[in-house]
C-alpha cells in the first residue's frame, strides 16, 4: 500500500496492492477510483462512530487499484504507523482512514472537560497498521516531560497519550491569559500531536497587509475593490 500526499495541491493519491484494504471514512472525499468496480464496499457506521464523525457511511475498498482523495482546503493528510501497543488517544474527528486489521476503542472523557471543549470521546488505535489523520495545516509532534507542562490551543490537539496527566487551562500573565482559547495542560511521556493551522484570524491580514483600514476603504468609496488592492 502506498498512500502520496503532494502539498500543496490538495489531494492524497492512494495506490492498493493485492491483499491491501483500506477503510474511508469520508466517502464522498473520493473524486477518483481506478480499479475492480466489485472492490468497493460501503457499510453503515456503528451508532458510536456515526455520532463521532457526523457521518452514517464507511467505504471499505480492496485489492489492486489507485484513488484520490479530494481535501478541504488549507487541508493536509497525514500517515501514522500504529503499532499494537500505541497509546495514543486520537480525536475522530480527524482520522481519515486506516489500514483493515485494526482495532479501535472509546475513552470517555469528564464531563466538565466535554462541555468546555465540546469533545465527549477519544479514540484508542491498536495496530499494527496505517492511520491516515486530516488536519488543519501541517501535523507536528512535541515529546511531553514529565514535569514541564506543555500547552496547546484546544482545537488544535490530535492525540495525545493515555497515561499523560491532561486538564484544561490557560498561561501567562493576565492579559495573556484572557487573550488566549482554552488550553489542554499536559504532562508525561510520549507524543502529542498538533495540527499547526492558525487560529488567528487576523494574521492572514497582516501579512498580506489586508488591514482593516484598506477593507473599510473597500466597501465604502466607488470601485474601491479595483482601486484599492
Not at 20 to 26: G, I, R, S, Y
Amino acid at each position: 500500500m502506498k498512500i502520496a500526499t503532494p502539498s500543496p495541491i490538495g489531494y492524497v493519491r492512494v495506490q492498493l496492492d493485492e491483499g491491501d484494504a483500506l477503510h474511508v471514512l469520508h466517502p464522498k472525499s473520493i473524486v477518483a477510483y481506478q480499479g475492480d468496480p466489485r472492490s468497493r464496499e460501503d457499510r453503515f457506521m456503528d451508532i458510536g462512530g456515526a455520532y463521532r464523525k457526523k457521518k452514517w457511511i464507511r467505504s471499505r475498498l480492496q485489492g489492486t487499484s489507485e484513488f484520490l482523495l479530494g481535501l478541504p482546503p488549507g487541508c493536509s493528510l497525514e500517515t501514522i504507523d500504529i503499532p499494537a501497543d500505541s497509546s495514543l488517544l486520537f480525536d475522530f474527528r480527524h482520522v481519515a482512514l486506516f489500514s483493515d486489521g485494526m482495532t479501535f476503542r472509546s475513552k470517555i472523557l469528564k464531563w466538565k472537560t466535554a462541555w468546555i471543549t465540546r469533545e465527549l470521546i477519544r479514540i484508542k488505535f491498536s495496530g499494527p497498521g496505517t492511520l491516515g489523520v486530516l488536519t488543519a495545516g501541517d501535523l507536528a509532534s512535541i515529546q511531553l516531560h514529565p514535569e514541564r507542562p506543555l500547552f496547546v490551543d484546544k482545537s488544535a490537539l490530535v492525540a495525545y497519550p493515555e497515561d499523560a496527566e491532561i486538564k484544561l487551562s490557560v498561561y501567562g500573565n493576565s492579559l495573556a491569559s484572557q487573550h488566549m482559547n482554552v488550553q489542554w495542560e499536559l504532562r508525561g511521556n510520549g507524543p502529542v500531536l498538533i495540527q499547526t493551522g492558525s487560529r488567528d484570524t487576523g494574521l492572514q491580514d497582516k501579512l498580506t497587509g489586508d488591514g482593516w483600514f484598506k477593507r473599510l476603504l473597500r466597501e465604502v468609496l466607488p470601485f474601491g475593490s479595483v482601486y484599492i488592492k
